[in-house]
């Protein structure tokens, strides 16, 4: 398979601009805006139990399918339970996911394209297996292990990471093949550097901003697979208030009671819309290349 | 170049048969005893042993392995638990919503995003430049059941001007055919014609940068030729691969957004499987979909010779 090829921040030298943050915000509006909103979203999260909720799971039949009003902010589902709280703890679902995989999936790659990087032998094997899981497109791929295992939030995450891995592998293993071949590293090698010290000083620091805006998108990707799962049946289990089952639940009464879909669908969508801006920031920052160009 | 395209048809084959053995071996990577999860919790012992007798894992291991790759040889993908029904048979009933909806979500995905990144190309830095690339990073992160429902809300239920859901085959009818695909096509299309949309303008802000292009202006070219005789055409492979690879997200897409407007195709069939843990009629899916995507990808690469001559083999 021909992949395209793929602009390196091999230039990412962090240059130094006067003028201080001020300046760095306006030449980069988009991390702000990000940043905020996804900030927004995290402190949401964490002090979900702060804000003006009540039990996400508390049932109350008699207040049924209330629409939206000062009582209710966001309005009662078809068991009367509050559609705003069950929102607001989605959002900690929604980025104990999305961070998870990230991280889980950045560190995997990072391992697996560092090997592959430098071991010709490994290289071809993996790469091929690698080649195989990549044709299986990722939403059935994580169905399929999902299908498979009890429906958990642990179990979400590694099937959505692994479904997330070759991805990296990838990009890091490419990011590797060309940074070995640059002047610098040849000059640590003739200088005597250990391997593991060329890894880790030389090899390490400059594959890092490519991962980190790569993490950023598999944070975001993670999020909309996850709310997909649950939306399919497949994701986390009914007793955890995700963005996916609220709105699974929904479904069947949306022509009555939209906004127990629309609500959730907003929240998830701004959220990937903060971390994709966040990641497009961030990469126009670390990458002045590519920046120009996307 | 024949040569070429023999080692690329025969490069695909490793990578199906990776896919083969992942999806078999995903029976027998679970936790536990495979019979026990498909058959579910309120199963009984005849049960289970009736679901590992049916997928023959009472025989040894490579026994297996072997009866299941020479039945997918030979077309046989397995029997469905819940029905009973041959998947290939099962497959081949709801194939037809999924071709259509995937083949018209690519056509008007195309048409639109190509001449969006073509212009905002060739304006950068214009109003026009930032509307396409508001729209292809809104595109990016509105995730296709959210668009789909806020689509159902505008046009089914304030307007009423489309049908909620359903499918209905072209011979009932031109209008019924498209009034149905109108919204699962725009809510699937959205971020496969906002990744395009942002893969044709790089890829052309690059080729704009190029002598040529000042040499074809200088020459007093029209601009409509210039942009689409000399730069589109040296962009156009990466935008083709780029269709290539999304083509990954957009079968991830159709099983969402075919729940949603309950259209009965293959994610439909999809759905149905999981929640009744009908594991062939999954495996043959993934099966199937993975080597949709194989054929697309080697289509494209095989389609760098005619659209780029430069590139040889």
Do not use: C
Request: charged residues 15%; positive net charge.
């Amino acid at each position: 398979m021909t992949v395209a090829p793929i602009d390196l921040p091999l230039l990412s030298a962090p240059a130094k601009r006067k003028g201080g943050l001020r300046t760095y915000f306006r030449r980069h509006p988009t991390i702000v805006i990000g940043a905020a909103l996804l900030s927004a979203m995290t402190l949401t999260a964490v002090f979900a139990p702060y804000l003006g909720t009540v039990d996400p799971q508390a049932l109350s039949p008699i207040r049924r399918l209330r629409w939206p009003s000062a009582q209710y902010w966001f309005g009662t589902d078809m068991l009367g339970r509050d559609v705003y709280s069950r929102t607001i703890y989605g959002a900690r679902v929604s980025l104990t996911v999305g961070i998870s995989v990230a991280l889980l999936s950045s560190t995997i790659g990072l391992s697996i394209g560092l090997v592959t990087g430098f071991s010709r032998w490994t290289d071809a094997v993996v790469m091929r297996i690698m080649d195989g899981l990549m044709s299986i497109p990722p939403i059935l791929l994580a169905i399929a292990l999902m299908a498979l295992t009890r429906a958990s939030l642990e179990n979400v995450i590694i099937a959505i990471t692994i479904a997330q891995v070759p991805r990296e592998t990838r990009l890091v293993r490419s990011v590797v093949l060309t940074l070995r071949e640059l002047p610098f590293v040849e000059a640590a090698y003739a200088s005597g550097t250990g391997f593991f010290r060329i890894l880790w000083r030389h090899i390490l620091p400059n594959a890092l901003p490519t991962l980190l805006v790569q993490a950023t998108f598999t944070a975001a990707s993670a999020m909309i697979v996850e709310a997909i799962l649950s939306f399919l049946g497949a994701g986390t289990p009914p007793n955890i208030p995700s963005w996916g089952n609220i709105m699974a639940e929904g479904r069947s009464l949306f022509q009555v009671a939209y906004y127990i879909v629309l609500i959730p669908g907003v929240f998830l969508s701004v959220t990937v819309l903060a971390i994709n801006l966040l990641g497009d920031g961030l990469r126009d920052a670390l990458d002045p290349r590519l920046a120009r160009r996307m | 170049m024949f040569a070429y395209i023999v080692r690329r048809i025969l490069a695909t084959i490793p990578v199906m048969a990776i896919v083969a053995l992942f999806v078999f071996s995903l029976l027998h990577l679970s936790p536990g005893d495979p019979a026990v999860i498909i058959a579910g919790d309120t199963a009984t012992l005849e049960d289970i042993a009736r679901i590992r007798a049916k997928l023959g894992l009472d025989q040894p291991l490579y026994i297996q392995f072997v009866t299941w790759v020479w039945g997918l040889l030979h077309g046989d993908l397995g029997i469905s638990i819940f029905t009973n029904l041959p998947v290939s048979k099962l497959i081949a009933q709801r194939v037809e919503p999924t071709v259509t909806l995937t083949i018209s979500t690519l056509i008007v995905s195309v048409l639109a995003a190509i001449p969006m990144g073509v212009l905002a190309a060739w304006k950068a830095g214009s109003w026009i430049d930032r509307v396409v690339m508001v729209f292809a990073v809104l595109g990016f992160s509105v995730p296709v059941f959210v668009l789909a429902y806020l689509l159902i809300y505008v046009f089914a239920i304030s307007t009423d001007l489309l049908p909620v859901q359903g499918f209905v085959t072209l011979s009932g009818g031109l209008w019924p055919f498209l009034s149905h695909l109108v919204m699962p096509t725009l809510a699937l299309g959205m971020v496969f014609a906002a990744l395009i949309a942002r893969m044709t303008r790089a890829s052309m802000l690059d080729v704009l940068a190029q002598d040529y292009i000042r040499t074809a202006q200088a020459k007093g070219l029209a601009n409509d030729k210039v942009l689409i005789g000399h730069a589109l055409k040296n962009a156009a492979v990466p935008i083709v691969t780029i269709i290539g690879i999304a083509i990954a997200g957009l079968i991830s897409g159709v099983v969402v957004t075919e729940t949603v407007f309950a259209i009965p195709g293959l994610g439909r069939l999809t759905v149905d499987a999981i929640l009744r843990r009908d594991y062939p009629i999954i495996q043959g899916i993934i099966l199937v979909f993975s080597a949709a995507y194989v054929l697309v990808n080697l289509l494209v690469d095989l389609s760098y010779t005619f659209l780029d001559p430069r590139i040889r083999y």
